[in-house]
């Protein structure tokens, strides 16, 4: 936006100009997005990161998902109906983060929950100043992590502040059951103290307790082993159902089985190394997974909703690992034994 059109459109959101708020606006961004951009503001010695939503970005969002749907529905071979709950999910999720008044709440909520934990630092919101279109905060500094990379940081210091960024997701996944879900690069930055600051939370994804109990046991190398329980997992997350042939049903438990297993790697002990290769792992074989014709040309919808977004979290987080090399603590949380034990599965013997 235009110097002009940046004040036209805080004074129809708010009623006041700029100035009227802060002691200076700066009309040039500082950054900017799909849906707004960011300004610079000060009053006082405090400086202010403003966030101001673009005219309009709504309604072209609601457009352009109505002229998607039929290219994703010709290309998974379904029809609107059995895609309509994907579809629900992605533009509910993307019309949120056009609400600054539930981005201030969410932010407000969980860098609350998550003041207590190491090294992750936050902005304070300040609800007085913003509303559906403005979102204020207090301007953080930091490098973004192509930026804190090119720093040439040691490894200890990269291990430091990806088991930051680690903890801080485990904890409100396991704990609050609601996730920032956009782990992109550019809302981390990397401070000179080995910190990390964590903005916009447009996008969070609340988990549902059914879809938790049912998911995240899928992890867990006793729970992959119990046959019975499996089957009623995956029917429960809606990968496999009632009116499958057994042909089917076996292929996509076994491929199912062989990406979790895949996945869960990190979880399986103490510390795990994340690298390119095990990047590289994933994406073949998601590209061997395609091919089954079940996946390729599915007959029916399958998989839950809710793992759109918990999936691209756990992508996005396992990348940004990759980037930093890092060796960290990620196995035996208390979630593992808490989901253990509500499914009645017991630990493996060791000693045999």
């Known amino acids: 936006m235009s110097g002009p059109l940046v004040i036209k459109t805080y004074k129809s959101a708010t009623g006041r100009y700029p100035t009227e708020d802060f002691d200076f606006f700066d009309a040039k961004s500082l950054a900017a997005a799909s849906i707004g951009q960011v300004h610079l503001a000060r009053k006082g010695n405090k400086e202010f990161a403003i966030k101001i939503q673009y005219p309009g970005v709504s309604d072209s969002i609601k457009s352009d998902l109505r002229l998607v749907k039929p290219v994703a529905n010709a290309m998974f071979g379904l029809s609107e109906k ?58 953080i500094r930091g490098r973004h992590l192509k930026e804190y990379l090119d720093t040439n940081p040691s490894q200890e210091e990269k291990n430091s502040v990806a088991q930051a960024l680690w903890d801080f997701y485990e904890f409100q996944l396991h704990e609050k059951k ?46 992959q082993a119990d046959k019975p329980l499996i089957e009623n997992l995956l029917r429960s997350i809606e990968i496999i159902f009632p009116g499958d042939s057994k042909e089917v049903e076996t292929q996509l438990t076994k491929a199912f089985l062989k990406m979790t297993t895949l996945l869960s790697r990190p979880f399986r002990s103490e510390t795990f190394h994340f690298t390119d290769s095990f990047l590289d792992e994933i994406y073949a074989m998601g590209e061997e997974i395609y091919q089954i014709p079940e996946v390729r040309r599915p007959t029916q919808p399958r998989g839950s909703k809710h793992a759109l977004y918990v999936n691209r979290t756990y992508f996005g987080i396992y990348s940004i690992m990759s980037d930093l090399n890092a060796h960290i603590k990620t196995g035996h949380g208390a979630w593992r034994e808490r989901l253990m034990e509500y499914h009645k599965v017991s630990e493996f013997d060791q000693t045999l």
Do not use: W
């Not at 999910?89 to 539930?102: A, F, G, I, R, S």
């Not at 909520?109 to 207590?116: P, Q, R, V």
């Not at 910190?195 to 994804?205: L, Q, R």
């Open 178 to 223: 609601a996730i920032h879900a956009d782990p992109h690069p550019g809302n981390f930055l990397f401070d000179e103290d080995g910190k990390v600051g964590v903005i916009d939370f447009g996008c969070v994804k609340v988990v549902p307790e059914d879809f938790y109990l049912s998911y995240f046991p899928l992890l867990i190398e006793e729970v």
């Open 82 to 139: 059995e895609m309509k709950k994907y579809f629900e999910e992605v533009e509910e999720k993307l019309l949120e983060e056009t609400q600054y008044d539930l981005e201030l709440l969410n932010g407000m909520e969980i860098s609350e929950a998550c003041s207590h934990l190491k090294d992750v630092y936050f902005p304070k919101y300040y609800p007085e100043y913003s509303n559906n279109k403005i979102l204020v905060m207090d301007y």
